[in-house]
Structure formats: structure tokens, C-alpha cells
């Protein structure tokens, strides 16, 4: 194991928009910053971004995170690819992190590690994605479904909830309330009927396919559904582990509860973006990051 001898003043876990954006931050600040990416930002998933401000006409997810890693670099962040497996508090308040063969050791740690999307059982999801084709967020890209043929995959009240959000948006829309587990309940379904959501029950059968195109969903009666789009409300699991090793304290969900300054319950441990209760969008990570950065910043 390689062990650094180097005493960072901050080491960020997670490469997205919320942990570049502190290190560029830190790094203006002319602190010794370390980056740990395991590669797989939600970010990157994004064909095209239009809500993210100062791209009026957009930006790939891929495009945003290789320019917030370029600016980062330009200021002394160092990227290291892998993934953390444990984090040890040490007797003089320092953080120990254990990365496959190599330890990394900070006075703070910024976790930025995000979410990961429970996905639909879908051949070829992240292609669907890439496409455009499944979307996660109507806060994100509602706007860019605006009346076209859009169905969701949800579970009972989340599902519920997700379709009369999206219903904004397009009156040609279907909920696929998927699994026995979460019929919907009669007021549920009375909220649906007043919005003009068709609800459909039967279980799909098959995912029809062109290439790595989902073409059609067949579902139990025979019949073949065709939508624009498709938005999965199925949730989401927060990488909070690393924290919750430590004992930080985190909601029902899993998210991390911070303060102002975006500190966890234990002293030196910041955190910012998905992994933190709020509304989960860029703008909204990259600002906790500026937050965290700053308090990092005047912690040390």
C-alpha cells in the first residue's frame, strides 16, 4: 500500500459538479487539495443540460465536467481515479482515506459523492439515457417534453407525485405504476382521473428494441406502447457510507444532515451536492460547494 506522507488541507471525494467546484475553490484559496473520482457522476449522463446557467443553448453533462476539471487543475487540484473504501478519524483529529493500494491524509474532508438512480428494467438504460429517451429529473429537462407522449415509472404516492409534476409539462402522459407491493390507493387514483393521466397496471412483458433504441414496451394484454420519453420516479441511494462509517448523522433517506456551512455532525467532515438533503440540481451542488469550500477554508 502506498501511503502519502503529505498532509492535505482538504481531501474531496467525488469528481462531479459539486466536488470540482470545491476544489477550484480551495485552490484559489491556496490550499492543498487532493480529488478522489470513482468515475461516475450522474452528470455525465446528461445529453444536454439547458437549465445549467450561461449555456443558453446548453451543455452536455460531459462537456460541464470537463471544463470544471480543466479550471480545477489550473489552480493545483490533483485528480486521483479510484474509489474510497474507508475513512478512519485519527487520534489528532486528522482523516485517514484507504483508496485500493493508497492512504490519503487530510485535516478536512469534502464528501461529494453523490446518488446513484434506481433504474427500470430496461435493456440498454444508459444509452436511453444518453439519448434523451429516460430522464430522471422533470426539474431538469420538463420543458424540453413540453407536449409530447411521456410515461413514467413510479411506485405508488412517488409515482403519483412525479406524474402530476410532469403533468405540467404535456396532457398525453401515463403512469406505469409498476410492482403489487404499491397499488395505488383510491384517493391516488382519484388525483390521477382529475389530472388526465392514464394509469396503467399490467406488468410489461417485453421491451421492444431497434439497435440500442427502446422502440415500444408490450405489455401483459397484448397491447405495444410507444412514448417520446419515459421519466423513472423509482428513487434513488444515496452514498452516504463512507460518513455513516464515521457516525455522521443522515436522514431516513440516507442524506447527510449539515449545518450552514455544510459540516456534518462530525467536526472536519463537509458535504455538498446530492448527498445532502435539498433539491438536487447542478446550480444547487456547485453553490453548497462554494459554502463548504469557504467554511473549509476558514475551519483550517
Not at 106 to 133: H, M, S
Not at 199 to 216: H, N, S
Not at 238 to 256: M, P, W, Y
Request: hydrophobic residues 40%; glycine residues 10%; contains cysteine.
Amino acid at each position: 500500500m502506498t501511503h502519502s506522507n503529505h498532509l492535505l488541507d482538504c481531501l474531496i471525494i467525488g469528481g462531479g459538479p459539486a466536488g470540482l467546484t470545491a476544489a477550484i475553490y480551495l485552490g484559489r484559496y491556496r490550499r492543498t487539495v487532493q480529488m478522489i473520482d470513482a468515475g461516475n457522476s450522474r452528470a455525465s449522463l446528461i445529453p444536454l443540460s439547458h437549465n445549467y446557467p450561461g449555456f443558453p443553448e446548453g451543455i452536455s453533462g460531459n462537456d460541464l465536467l470537463t471544463r470544471l476539471r480543466d479550471q480545477a487543475s489550473r489552480y493545483g487540484a490533483a485528480l486521483f481515479s479510484g474509489k474510497v473504501e474507508r475513512i478512519v478519524r485519527q487520534a489528532d483529529s486528522t482523516f485517514k482515506a484507504y483508496a485500493a493500494d493508497k492512504t490519503f491524509t487530510a485535516r478536512t474532508i469534502l464528501l461529494a459523492t453523490g446518488v446513484i438512480d434506481i433504474e427500470p428494467a430496461l435493456p440498454n438504460f444508459q444509452d436511453a439515457i444518453k439519448q434523451g429517451y429516460l430522464r430522471h429529473c422533470p426539474i431538469c429537462d420538463g420543458f424540453e417534453i413540453i407536449d409530447q407522449k411521456v410515461a413514467v415509472f413510479g411506485q405508488g404516492e412517488t409515482g403519483v407525485k412525479e406524474a402530476l409534476f410532469i403533468r405540467h409539462y404535456t396532457s398525453d402522459l401515463s403512469l406505469i405504476n409498476l410492482g403489487d407491493e404499491k397499488k395505488l390507493n383510491d384517493q391516488e387514483r382519484k388525483l390521477l382521473c382529475k389530472a388526465n393521466i392514464k394509469l396503467i397496471e399490467q406488468p410489461i412483458v417485453e421491451v421492444q428494441t431497434a439497435g440500442k433504441r427502446i422502440t415500444g414496451l408490450k405489455i401483459s394484454d397484448a397491447t405495444v406502447l410507444h412514448f417520446d420519453a419515459l421519466y423513472s420516479a423509482l428513487g434513488s441511494l444515496v452514498l452516504s457510507g463512507l460518513a455513516v462509517q464515521l457516525g455522521a448523522r443522515c436522514d431516513d433517506s440516507g442524506n447527510l444532515i449539515v449545518n450552514s456551512a455544510m459540516q456534518t455532525s462530525i467536526e472536519g467532515l463537509f458535504a455538498a451536492g446530492d448527498i445532502v438533503h435539498g433539491l438536487n440540481q447542478i446550480c444547487v451542488a456547485t453553490g453548497q460547494a462554494a459554502i463548504a469550500a469557504t467554511a473549509i477554508h476558514h475551519y483550517l
